[in-house]
């Protein structure tokens, strides 16, 4: 079985990617994953915010420069917090390079064109094979309209594209309008990719002490299905590649994502809870998988189930939604 597959250009022997999370800070756990065949890794993300106060940083404290600052800071991580500096990061692209035999791919978290964006071009300098854009922004301006915001977005991933000579993907939430549209808009702008779909970690009240509270929660094999429904909308129309992050649990997860379009899968939350070896449960599971039913490569049956190869299209669209209804009795 061959499980070799094309993602951003990059040559990975297999769908298996390890996604954005903690998991490349520490070189020695890396190579654990490495080892259990995960294909390639993605950093956890260096922020906007945290470039910013760098940068700012240099002209007075940040500190002081953060309580006179536009939004409330204490809503944001103190400086010191972030597991890793901007400086320490690219001197961890660099360590995991050294290590790693497998692609490395940095991570940028920002939501609007800025200087931030320079940090591309050192990561590209550090080693990194390529890099992930993730544009994660919550429009609460009632007088923001919904074409700046996404033309803001369109404007980034085109400074950065033009910046670097390595890939970048664009990882994005759930909630624009037309997904696909935008996603061809992305890849006129030079992305390569573009990975579905961002986590959004919801807030929760305290109804006593009437504060907001941060919350943690890993991904379930629920979530997945949303990822399913567009990768299979977008799959057939975009030519780059495309990536199924949040809810992929299983083997079974992972052949539905391939079906649905995905070039790879990113898996973090049930790495968390299982550890490295889990990789290799789901590796042989997927060879299993494509031996019982006749596949020798895992392009052979890639978008199979996508919208326009799918035997019952209307099962993503609205007759499924009508069909749901109707079936419900009291």
Same mark, same amino acid.
């Given at each position: 079985?061959?499980?070799?597959?094309?993602?951003?250009?990059?040559?990975?022997?297999?769908?298996?990617?390890?996604?954005?999370?903690?998991?490349?800070?520490?070189?020695?756990?890396?190579?654990?994953?490495?080892?259990?065949?995960?294909?390639?890794?993605?950093?956890?993300?260096?922020?906007?915010?945290?470039?910013?106060?760098?940068?700012?940083?240099?002209?007075?404290?940040?500190?002081?420069?953060?309580?006179?600052?536009?939004?409330?800071?204490?809503?944001?991580?103190?400086?010191?917090?972030?597991?890793?500096?901007?400086?320490?990061?690219?001197?961890?692209?660099?360590?995991?390079?050294?290590?790693?035999?497998?692609?490395?791919?940095?991570?940028?978290?920002?939501?609007?064109?800025?200087?931030?964006?320079?940090?591309?071009?050192?990561?590209?300098?550090?080693?990194?094979?390529?890099?992930?854009?993730?544009?994660?922004?919550?429009?609460?301006?009632?007088?923001?309209?919904?074409?700046?915001?996404?033309?803001?977005?369109?404007?980034?991933?085109?400074?950065?594209? /033009?910046?670097?000579?390595?890939? !970048?993907?664009? &990882?994005?939430? +759930?909630?624009?309008? $037309?997904?696909? %549209?935008?996603? =061809?808009?992305?890849?006129?702008?030079?992305?390569?990719?573009?990975?579905?779909?961002?986590?959004?970690?919801?807030?929760?009240?305290?109804?006593?002490?009437?504060?907001?509270?941060?919350?943690?929660?890993?991904?379930?094999?629920?979530?997945?299905?949303?990822?399913?429904?567009?990768?299979?909308?977008?799959?057939?129309?975009?030519?780059?590649?495309?990536?199924?992050?949040?809810?992929?649990?299983?083997?079974?997860?992972?052949?539905?994502?391939?079906?649905?379009?995905?070039? /790879?899968?990113?898996?973090?939350? !049930?790495?968390? &809870?299982?550890? +490295?070896?889990?990789? $290799?449960?789901? %590796?042989?599971? =997927?060879?299993?998988?494509?031996?019982?039913?006749?596949?020798?490569?895992?392009?052979?049956?890639?978008?199979?189930?996508?919208?326009?190869?799918?035997?019952?299209?209307?099962?993503?669209?609205?007759?499924?939604?009508?069909?749901?209804?109707?079936?419900?009795?009291?």
């Amino acid at each position: 079985m061959n499980l070799e597959t094309n993602y951003l250009g990059l040559k990975l022997a297999n769908p298996l990617v390890v996604g954005a999370s903690p998991f490349a800070d520490n070189v020695h756990v890396a190579g654990q994953l490495q080892d259990a065949g995960a294909a390639a890794i993605v950093m956890r993300s260096l922020f906007e915010e945290q470039i910013d106060g760098e940068q700012r940083a240099l002209m007075y404290s940040t500190e002081e420069q953060a309580e006179s600052h536009s939004e409330a800071t204490t809503y944001f991580p103190a400086y010191s917090e972030y597991q890793l500096t901007p400086e320490r990061y690219l001197r961890q692209i660099e360590d995991l390079r050294r290590e790693l035999s497998i692609p490395v791919i940095a991570s940028l978290n920002g939501c609007r064109p800025g200087g931030w964006t320079d940090y591309a071009t050192r990561m590209e300098s550090a080693g990194a094979s390529a890099i992930e854009l993730n544009l994660y922004q919550l429009v609460t301006d009632p007088g923001m309209d919904a074409n700046d915001v996404e033309a803001e977005m369109i404007d980034t991933v085109g400074l950065v594209t /033009t910046a670097v000579d390595i890939p !970048v993907s664009v &990882k994005l939430s +759930p909630f624009h309008t $037309s997904p696909v %549209q935008f996603a =061809l808009s992305l890849e006129a702008a030079g992305a390569a990719g573009t990975v579905l779909f961002n986590r959004f970690y919801q807030p929760d009240f305290d109804i006593e002490e009437l504060e907001v509270v941060s919350q943690l929660k890993l991904s379930d094999p629920s979530e997945l299905l949303l990822r399913l429904r567009w990768l299979a909308i977008v799959s057939p129309h975009v030519h780059g590649s495309l990536s199924a992050t949040g809810g992929v649990h299983s083997t079974d997860d992972v052949v539905k994502a391939i079906l649905a379009g995905a070039h /790879t899968v990113q898996l973090v939350s !049930v790495l968390l &809870k299982h550890g +490295p070896r889990l990789l $290799s449960t789901l %590796q042989q599971g =997927l060879t299993g998988w494509m031996m019982r039913h006749g596949y020798d490569h895992v392009d052979e049956f890639r978008g199979a189930m996508n919208l326009r190869r799918c035997p019952n299209p209307a099962a993503f669209e609205r007759a499924n939604y009508q069909r749901i209804l109707q079936s419900w009795r009291v």
